[in-house]
């Protein structure tokens, strides 16, 4: 992981400084974003799910103005995968239209002057308008509600992925037992479905096609 990378954190930093939702270090200087736009995260090689926690490292300004901004106006943050991780600056051309909304749990700078967030995945959306004015990438957003899909189909596919994932997890040496807990107490196929699929080894072109698969049977 290079310090320009947004990519999983996948090392814990020692002793960071936390920032809280609502904290504020100076006024901004640009006007407030339309109520139905989501201030964009641009990340390369992973997808979030909605249900899933992950840490995202930060290294590019825009993007560290961005986490920042969405925790001082204690707003929502939209994770969206670049098409080509080797773009440094990427434009919305490069940008996929879906993402996931996601809250900043925590927001953290390590010692090493590192930005790193953890985030919780909230909804789907997919973008309608980018933005232009704003130090960060910013756009107009159709939210994707979860379909209500029930059925003695969707009810059995539910049950033979959640026993096929205990079975997976049995496979892999040391598993955090919280994931096990976590696969337990999830109710909707759709969640189940997302957090299998964010924990899967698959590229990440792959895991952006099952965000954008809504309907819950496919």
């Not at 969707?154 to 049950?159: H, N, Q, S, V």
């Not at 992925?161 to 107490?185: F, H, M, Q, V």
Request: hydrophobic residues 40%.
């Amino acid at each position: 992981m290079t310090p320009t990378t947004e990519t999983l954190a996948l090392d814990s930093t020692p002793e960071p400084a936390a920032v809280q939702p609502g904290q504020t270090t100076g006024a901004p200087t640009y006007p407030p974003l339309p109520e139905d736009a989501i201030i964009v995260l641009p990340v390369r090689a992973m997808v979030m799910f909605p249900g899933v926690v992950l840490p995202i490292s930060i290294g590019r300004d825009r993007s560290v103005t961005a986490a920042q901004e969405a925790v001082r106006a204690e707003r929502q943050i939209g994770i969206v995968l670049q098409r080509d991780p080797a773009v440094n600056d990427p434009k919305p051309s490069d940008l996929y239209d879906f993402g996931t909304a996601a809250g900043i749990v925590r927001y953290l700078t390590a010692p090493d002057g590192g930005h790193h967030i953890v985030c919780q995945g909230v909804e789907r959306f997919r973008v309608v308008e980018w933005l232009e004015g704003w130090p960060f990438r910013a756009a107009r957003v159709e939210r994707i509600a979860e379909p209500a899909t029930t059925g003695t189909e969707i009810d059995a596919r539910m049950l033979q992925l959640k026993e096929r994932a205990r079975e997976t997890l049995k496979l892999i040496p040391d598993s955090p037992p919280e994931l096990a807990n976590a696969l337990e107490n999830i109710a909707g196929p759709s969640l189940l479905a997302d957090m299998i699929a964010g924990f899967m080894d698959l590229k990440p072109a792959e895991k952006q096609e099952i965000l954008e698969t809504v309907d819950v049977l496919k």
